[in-house]
């Protein structure tokens, strides 16, 4: 499973910042938005493509940049979740917005993203690493994924190398798939909690996310 890596273009971030927009834009008091919240929102996808693209655009615009990007990293293979089980996969829809300024150099695996086509898992490797300011290397890998969609993620961080962080990941990894038969076990005696869980939130714990009332 030692696979290409793909640098990411920064040019990511835009998924982020479009979502923070459209989830600030639908959501308030008595159901609506608190114009400075959406002032700050749409100011900083504008500004940041300012510094991206070189040039001022209209926030009418963002969707044929999206459309773009999307083209751009169609070709150079990148797809699935940009940084794992954080950020936009962890809460914002949920109202949790990570501080992009804290992510930099990021990395993902060149293989398709696991998809559900009628009803049966298409399933292959897919992981990540990416450079936190907060928790040093972070790297990440879907283990598995269920017909309910819902995705398993094993994590690993604090490393001050990125080859480390996956070392350990797909040491976890291994684990993990040699506890499969224990796992089935603890679940139909104990509960459904396990060990990758623990890691998965004590990372989200330590990355700097802000609740949309502190937006």
């Not at 999206?66 to 949920?94: A, H, M, R, V, W």
């Not at 804290?102 to 490797?125: G, L, P, Q």
């Not at 040093?136 to 001050?160: C, Q, R, Y």
């Amino acid at each position: 499973m030692k696979n290409e890596l793909i640098k990411v273009p920064e040019i990511w971030k835009i998924y982020t910042l479009n979502n923070i927009y459209d989830y600030v834009k639908t959501h308030g008091y008595a159901n609506t938005p608190y114009p400075k919240k959406v002032k700050k929102a749409e100011d900083q996808i504008l500004n940041f493509i300012k510094v991206q693209k070189k040039k001022n655009i209209k926030i009418s615009s963002i969707e044929k940049i999206i459309i773009e990007t999307n083209k751009q990293f169609k070709e150079k293979k990148i797809l699935g979740p940009i940084t794992g089980p954080t950020g936009d996969s962890y809460g914002t829809y949920k109202g949790l917005f990570l501080d992009l300024n804290d992510i930099e150099d990021v990395y993902i695996s060149k293989d398709k993203y696991e998809t559900i086509i009628n009803d049966k898992i298409d399933a292959c490797d897919k992981y990540g690493v990416f450079k936190s300011k907060t928790c040093g290397w972070v790297g990440w890998i879907i283990a598995n994924i269920t017909k309910k969609d819902a995705t398993t993620f094993l994590v690993s961080f604090n490393h001050f190398k990125k080859e480390t962080a996956m070392s350990e990941v797909f040491s976890k990894l291994n684990k993990y798939n040699d506890e499969k038969v224990s796992r089935r076990l603890q679940k139909f005696f104990i509960s459904n909690r396990f060990w990758y869980h623990d890691d998965l939130e004590n990372l989200n714990k330590a990355l700097p996310y802000t609740p949309f009332l502190n937006y």
